[in-house]
Nanobody, 124 residues
């Protein structure tokens, strides 16, 4: 089992920045990919960013490309999401996820473990 805990959410004005963190614990040696997803009220959960643990290769959704940066610290079992130039449409609950297989990092069903989420609110 892998446990994931997110932190760093909050409220910010449009154009501002936030940095989300996620720490993994438990059987972390099997993690291949870490990802961030978000879900706004009455909307489906959507992919935000993912990172391949051993190579550091990153993937982004078109809506955040150029504004968000995912990074990881394998030694600390942590993944981060730096969010710059935030927009009201970025308002959502953000979830950290871990994959212990070799699934597509953009697809939610590839991930085996999920955190409880952290809320981000961006006002105009």
């Amino acid at each position: 089992q892998v446990q994931l805990v997110e932190s760093g959410g909050g409220s910010v004005q449009a154009g501002g920045s936030l940095r989300l963190s996620c720490v993994a614990s438990g059987r972390t040696f099997g993690i291949t990919t870490m990802g961030w997803f978000r879900q706004a009220p009455a909307k489906e959960r959507e992919f935000v960013a993912g990172i391949i643990w051993d190579s550091g290769r990153a993937y982004y959704s078109d809506s955040v490309l150029g504004r968000f940066t995912i990074s990881g610290d394998v030694a600390k079992d942590m993944v981060y999401l730096q969010m710059n130039n935030l927009k009201p449409e970025d308002t959502a609950a953000y979830y950290c996820a871990a994959d212990i297989g070799l699934g597509n990092p953009r697809l939610a069903y590839s991930y085996d473990y999920w955190g409880q989420g952290t809320q981000v609110a961006v006002s105009s």
